[in-house]
């Protein structure tokens, strides 16, 4: 009986090596198919039952299973630290972000690109698209009406201020944006984009205004007494907390889309709207040609990139993000520059070099100012970790 049991454990064990592949087999099927959730320790033991008198198959199964679980938490662990897992409808923070940009039928720029990012980060921005076209390059479709952008901007402008008094009164048995009367109103971020229209601009930027002078949202004022007293490392570093240079409970990320390269894509007047819009933006975002219409001078050298950003925090905005500038003496990099004033109205400014590759791509500033928008929510701090933490995720391998 023994010696029998022991012929058949020696036969099965060349047997077994096949038995072994085929589990294998099994398993990546399994794992093809993405049943690997708790389904298949079950449905894997059932599978190894009829082997099971048999020692070398039972360490296989132990083993396998084992193996399987580290497997699957390892994923899930994986996938934790790639994804941030927020339900997209849990809006607990109460924060509002308002997205004007453009919508294309086929490929990849303003809303398609910005709303995109936003969702997956866990927020739910409201969408407004200023105009329908059929892609980036051709630009066939249509404009929004002065009207209709009138039209939608100010009921939401007066949803929010409604939603403020309901809260302040506690009236809350009139209709309208119920979930908004509950939640922080003051939680407000605008972004925006394409617009082809001078109209388009000025009419958005008026409604900007306007609600802030509404609401009363002050500009911040950083506490210089509490600055002066910390030691001048940390002095450093609180200069460069983003909550210290903008009002994070309401700011507009502005970013004035014209042209790249030398080519235009908006009406020629909407250069004068943004150069006003510049004494409202909280952050704007222009890369080389932009900042150029908008300082009206030459970018040749680091110098004019810093004296345009210096006149354009001159008119008021709070921060200059300068997505990319290309100098003739470096093809291989592009650079991103960040300028602001500090307490004592001092600029400073700082670059990242960026690897270049050797395309030009439309819609990659769409993505750059949705992201940072999302960083600043979510991180908030030293605004230099959340460019870079954006520069990571914009990065691409040549
Ligand atoms: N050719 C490129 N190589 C590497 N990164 C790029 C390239 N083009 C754009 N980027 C990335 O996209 C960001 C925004 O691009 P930019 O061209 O300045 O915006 P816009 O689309 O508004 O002109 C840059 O800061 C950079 O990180
Ligand atoms: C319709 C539309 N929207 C947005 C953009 C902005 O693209 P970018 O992010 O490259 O500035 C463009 C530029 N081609 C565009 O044509």
Redesign the pocket.
């Known amino acids: 009986m023994r010696k029998r049991y022991k012929k058949k454990f020696k036969k099965s064990f060349r047997f077994g090596d096949l038995i072994f592949l085929y589990l294998f087999f099994i398993f990546s099927l399994f794992f093809y198919l993405n049943l690997y959730y708790f389904t298949l320790p079950i449905i894997l033991l059932f599978i190894f039952i009829p082997f099971y008198f048999y020692y070398y198959f039972i360490f296989i199964t132990i083993l396998f299973l084992l193996l399987f679980y580290f497997y699957y938490y390892f994923i899930i662990f994986l996938h934790d630290m790639t994804y941030i897992h927020v339900n997209p409808m849990d809006n607990k923070n109460g924060e509002i972000i308002v997205s004007i ?4 039928f086929d490929g990849f ?2 809303n398609n ?1 910005g709303t995109f990012v936003l969702r997956r980060r866990g927020h739910i921005p409201k969408i407004l698209n200023t ?1 329908q ?1 059929y ?3 051709k ?1 066939i479709g249509a404009e929004i009406s002065n009207d209709t952008l009138k039209n939608i901007i100010n009921e939401f402008c007066k949803d929010i201020l409604f939603a403020d008094n309901s809260s302040n009164t506690n009236n809350h048995t009139t209709t309208v944006i119920t979930a908004t009367s509950t939640t922080n109103t003051n939680q407000i971020s605008f972004l925006t ?2 617009m082809k229209t001078y109209d388009c601009v000025d009419i958005v930027m008026n409604a900007i205004v306007e609600l802030k002078k509404k609401k009363k949202i002050e500009n911040i004022i950083t506490n210089n007494e509490n600055i002066e007293k910390i030691q001048n490392k940390e002095k450093e570093q609180v200069e460069l907390l983003i909550e210290n240079i903008i009002n994070l409970n309401y700011f507009w990320i502005c ?1 004035p ?1 014209m ?2 390269n030398g080519r235009v ?1 908006v009406d020629s007047d909407v250069v004068k709207a943004y150069t006003k819009a510049t004494t409202y933006a909280d952050i704007i975002t222009p ?1 080389q040609f932009e900042l150029e219409l908008l300082s009206n001078t030459k970018i040749n050298n680091e110098k004019d990139v810093i004296k345009s950003i210096d006149q354009l925090l001159n008119n008021g905005s709070k921060i200059i993000i300068v997505t990319s500038v290309r100098y003739s003496f470096d093809a291989s990099n592009l650079y991103l520059y960040v300028g602001f004033y500090n307490n004592n109205k001092k600029l400073i400014c700082f670059k990242f070099k960026i690897p270049r590759c050797d395309i030009d ?9 949705s992201l940072l928008l999302s960083f600043i929510l979510k991180q908030k701090g030293n605004i230099l970790k959340i460019i870079s933490k954006v520069l990571n995720i914009m990065q691409v391998s040549n």
């Not at 940009?101 to 294309?104: K, N």
């Not at 791509?361 to 100012?369: A, K, S, Y």
């Open positions: 940009q453009s919508q294309v720029c303003g690109v105009v076209y892609s980036k390059y630009h984009g394409y970013d889309v042209g790249d894509y890369n791509i439309c819609g990659t500033g769409d993505l750059f100012t």
